[in-house]
């Protein structure tokens, strides 16, 4: 009688991961110390090459997407804003250090212009607070509807801190879409750790913002907060995707940052371009446009 051998997970073939831990380079011969010996997928050198540009692309896709699937992660809604927006005991303790470095070299140009925003960024962090009180607010009020809302931030520090810290505090899972940049970026500590992911290309990255989204809501920032607001107003505008939410938190900042009446009187853009943009001011507030939007037989299951 011939013995039955199987492999732990009862399949006829051997997974690459199985295979890939039996393998040895180190046969002491010169072929098996060449470098086109290893195997394709488990030679590092080989995946970074530029010609495997677009496998490591679709890598980086799939990872986050199976992983969400195994979480179950069907709806979620998209926090953007500044990294540099604290909460006001960090921006205090910031706008001190800036006096005392001026004190100390008055004549100093780069103290002088971190002074000024250090003021700046103490003043907006109510914002930090609205934040945190939005995310916790979405996360329990959908609990209540019977559909997990899950909050998606950019994983790092800011707004992106407290709407995670928010998702946290009321006992609900929130996702982090770190990416690398030149100064090291870390997540922070209030992503669920099982959600947390690392992006190398922007492009996926927003998608994957986008992908699960049914509403942004997007606190003051800077360049890359635009540049996620613009991405999206431009996807909706030219029906690339279907028409979710845009809200824009804090509606002094918005005014003054952007003029997009300029726009519709310059003839840049459509009347109904300028209206896929809704204000809030207060948690209760934007939570209010999205369920508004999508009524609650839609959110509920």
């Avoid at 250090?97 to 925003?117: D, R, W």
């Avoid at 996360?139 to 899950?150: A, D, I, Q």
Wanted: glycine share 4%.
């Amino acid at each position: 009688m011939v013995k039955k051998i199987l492999f732990p997970d009862d399949r006829l073939f051997p997974s690459a991961k199985q295979e890939a831990s039996q393998v040895s380079n180190r046969l002491g011969t010169p072929q098996s110390d060449s470098p086109s010996y290893r195997l394709a997928y488990d030679d590092l050198d080989f995946m970074m090459l530029d010609e495997l540009r677009a496998v490591r692309l679709q890598l980086e896709f799939l990872k986050p997407e199976i992983i969400q699937q195994q979480h179950n992660i069907q709806a979620t809604v998209v926090i953007f804003g500044s990294a540099r927006i604290a909460s006001h005991e960090t921006a205090s303790l910031w706008l001190q250090q800036c006096k005392q470095n001026l004190e100390n070299e008055p004549e100093n140009e780069v103290y002088a212009e971190q002074l000024i925003s250090a003021q700046q960024l103490l003043h907006k962090s109510h914002y930090y607070e609205k934040a945190q009180k939005l995310a916790m607010l979405i996360t329990e009020e959908s609990k209540k509807l019977h559909k997990s809302l899950t909050i998606v931030t950019g994983g790092g520090p800011g707004i992106m801190e407290a709407a995670n810290q928010g998702a946290l505090d009321a006992k609900g899972k929130s996702m982090g879409f770190n990416i690398i940049l030149p100064s090291e970026q870390k997540p922070n500590d209030y992503v669920t750790p099982e959600l947390c992911f690392q992006f190398h290309y922007f492009a996926i990255r927003k998608m994957h913002f986008l992908m699960r989204a049914i509403a942004l809501v997007i606190f003051p920032g800077g360049y890359g907060t635009l540049d996620e607001l613009f991405e999206a107003l431009t996807l909706i505008q030219t029906k690339k995707i279907r028409p979710i939410p845009l809200i824009l938190f804090g509606k002094p900042y918005w005014d003054h940052i952007i003029n997009f009446d300029a726009m519709v009187s310059e003839g840049t853009i459509s009347k109904c371009d300028r209206d896929l943009i809704i204000y809030a001011d207060s948690a209760e507030q934007a939570w209010q446009i999205i369920v508004d939007h999508y009524l609650i037989d839609d959110i509920s299951d």
